[in-house]
């Protein structure tokens, strides 16, 4: 407990202002296309993925940016996953045993389909930077904007990553990056946007509130 409380104290009490500014020097064309070179690689082997992403790349910013670019354009949101997360969120009958299998389902969604919800998205990309030497945490929270409620609350029902780099912490939310389900199709269309890779603190928190509200200060904070 007092490593995990010291840990917590180093990370809110060090962090100086991280805005998306501290990288408009930097040009991810080289980054981009590393990585859409890569397109249809699988999942199988993840140190060899992240290996191939970013290991002819010189900073941990550009790398970070390959490998967000390749998850948010070869991995697809699966709105099937989606609302059965947010059934088993609302439905409290859901046993621990039904939760686990359902994590698992999504596990193997997503490495063999390559299709996944926000946790899936989130989770893939802590992982791969993991992988790369570069610190990321799966953010859990919920769009304070959302109606999704549970007795008149809001609950959880998104994820998104924190990433440190050159010993900030900045923001990213792959999934609402990577496209959308088509309405009519039901079909996922693949749509970068970009604006939610290390997006401003205060943009992102319209749209972002962690569970753990330390994670909301030290965007205040910024």
């Not at 991810?28 to 290996?51: I, M, Q, R």
């Not at 992403?53 to 790398?63: A, G």
């Not at 996953?81 to 609302?90: A, D, I, W």
């Not at 919800?117 to 989770?123: D, I």
Request: charged share 20%.
């Amino acid at each position: 407990m007092y490593k995990l409380t010291l840990f917590i104290f180093f990370i809110f009490t060090t962090v100086t202002s991280a805005q998306r500014s501290d990288f408009a020097h930097i040009d991810f064309t080289t980054a981009d296309y590393k990585a859409s070179l890569l397109e249809g690689e699988e999942l199988y082997n993840l140190p060899l993925l992240s290996h191939k992403l970013t290991s002819t790349l010189t900073t941990d910013v550009e790398k970070f940016r390959a490998i967000y670019y390749w998850v948010t354009h070869n991995i697809k949101g699966n709105d099937a996953l989606t609302r059965k997360s947010k059934k088993m969120y609302l439905d409290k009958s859901y046993s621990d045993a039904k939760r686990s299998v359902f994590k698992q389902e999504v596990l193997t969604t997503l490495v063999n389909d390559k299709e996944t919800l926000c946790t899936g998205y989130a989770y893939l990309i802590k992982k791969l930077a993991l992988l790369s030497g570069i610190t990321c945490e799966v953010i859990n929270g919920y769009d304070p904007t959302s109606t999704f409620k549970s007795n008149g609350k809001l609950i959880a029902n998104h994820a998104w990553n924190s990433i440190q780099l050159n010993g900030k912490w900045y923001v990213c939310d792959a999934t609402w990056s990577s496209g959308y389900t088509d309405v009519k199709s039901q079909l996922f269309i693949y749509d970068f946007d970009p604006s939610y890779f290390l997006m401003e603190p205060e943009e992102f928190l319209k749209k972002h509130h962690a569970t753990n509200e330390q994670w909301n200060d030290l965007l205040v904070m910024q």
